[in-house]
């Protein structure tokens, strides 16, 4: 049978269907698999079921003689050397789709929790700080009929968008190009990056990170934004220059941020946007439902099954290494 590495224990649905006609050995600390051990397993491995936090690099790769698939439990996946797989012949799976709801309410969540600064006044409860109604403290923002600015209209940008439409605001985006029947039906307008920053009170990412979006939103970019602006970041920590954040929020260029990634990961402790009360922080939590885990266990197995038969993955990223084949 076919041996299977998997880095991380995921929701026993996808496991189960890997054991049906595989051995499956999985890593079941509460930390990712060390390189050390990710290394020796991979050199043994027919595939492996990757986590966003393991650096599938080319190293890794040469350890691999037998590797077939590399199957990566996100919708993202800058974490592996693409190029590097499809010259070796590897195909790499994703999982998009399941997880596109569960990403875009919780990008919606973050949007509505920093507008109405929910960390901020949870920690004055906790603080005891609650002494009675207040008139002024803790004012936030209305999102109902705000303008909302999406980097990047795929699927997850796309879902962000629909969700709007229920708080009656203004959508401007970027990206997207084969979007325009979907942005027709939301009432969403395609925009310049510069037009988007300036004009929207809520600016919200969804591009993957790439060497074209790494740093998109710089100093220049900040100094755009309005004043009242909130950054809703739960695509990659890397989209986001963190020196230039630290000094927008600090410095008043925008109002707020709610990050669900960082970078690095996890954000070190001394980081001074740990310190900042306009900054609202959340471990990487984009598709963490229990159906949307369980769904990506099963489409990362799948991915995994068919490649190993030889056959194009379901969710591929790299479809080209079938049509070498062929
Ligand atoms: C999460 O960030 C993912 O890419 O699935
Ligand atoms: C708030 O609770 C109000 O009654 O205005």
């Known amino acids: 049978m076919p041996r299977v590495y998997v880095t991380r224990k995921i929701p026993p649905t996808g496991l189960d269907l890997l054991r049906q006609s595989c051995d499956v050995y999985v890593w079941d600390g509460e930390l990712p698999t060390p390189r050390d051990v990710l290394l020796e397993e991979a050199a043994q491995a027919d595939a492996i079921l990757t986590m966003l936090s393991d650096r599938i ?10 590797l077939k698939v590399v199957s990566n439990y996100a919708v993202g996946f800058d974490n592996i050397d693409v190029a590097g797989a499809t010259e070796r012949g590897i195909a790499v799976g994703n999982t998009p789709g399941v997880l596109t709801d569960a990403t875009a309410d919780h990008a919606f969540a973050m949007m509505l929790a920093a507008a109405r600064r929910l960390g901020e006044a949870e920690r004055y409860v906790h603080q005891g700080e609650w002494k009675t109604w207040h008139p002024t ?61 300036r004009e929207s009170d809520f600016i919200s990412l969804h591009v993957p990170l790439t060497p074209d979006t790494k740093g998109l939103l710089g100093v220049d970019a900040f100094k755009m934004m309005k004043e009242t602006a909130i950054l809703v970041n739960t695509a990659r920590g890397g989209v986001v220059d963190s020196a230039a954040l630290v000094t927008a929020l600090q410095e008043g260029q925008i109002a707020y941020a709610a990050l669900d990634v960082t970078d690095p990961e996890p954000i070190p402790m001394d980081n001074p946007l740990l310190t900042l009360d306009n900054c609202l922080i959340v471990p990487h939590l984009g598709s963490a439902t229990t159906t949307t885990r369980d769904r990506m266990g099963v489409i990362a197995a799948e991915n995994i099954l068919a490649g190993l038969k030889g056959e194009t993955l379901p969710f591929c990223v790299n479809p080209e290494v079938f049509e070498d084949e062929s």
Do not use: C, H, W
Request: hydrophobic fraction near 50%; charged fraction near 15%.
């Open 57 to 66: 690099d080319s190293a890794l790769l040469d350890a691999a003689p037998n």
């Open 137 to 197: 403290k803790l004012l936030g923002q209305d999102v109902f009929g705000a303008t909302l600015g999406v980097v990047g209209f795929g699927r997850i940008g796309q879902a962000m968008a629909r969700r709007a439409t229920g708080f009656n605001m203004r959508i401007l985006y970027t990206g997207g190009s084969s979007a325009g029947a979907v942005a027709a039906e939301l009432g969403a307008e395609a925009v310049e990056l510069e037009t988007l920053l």
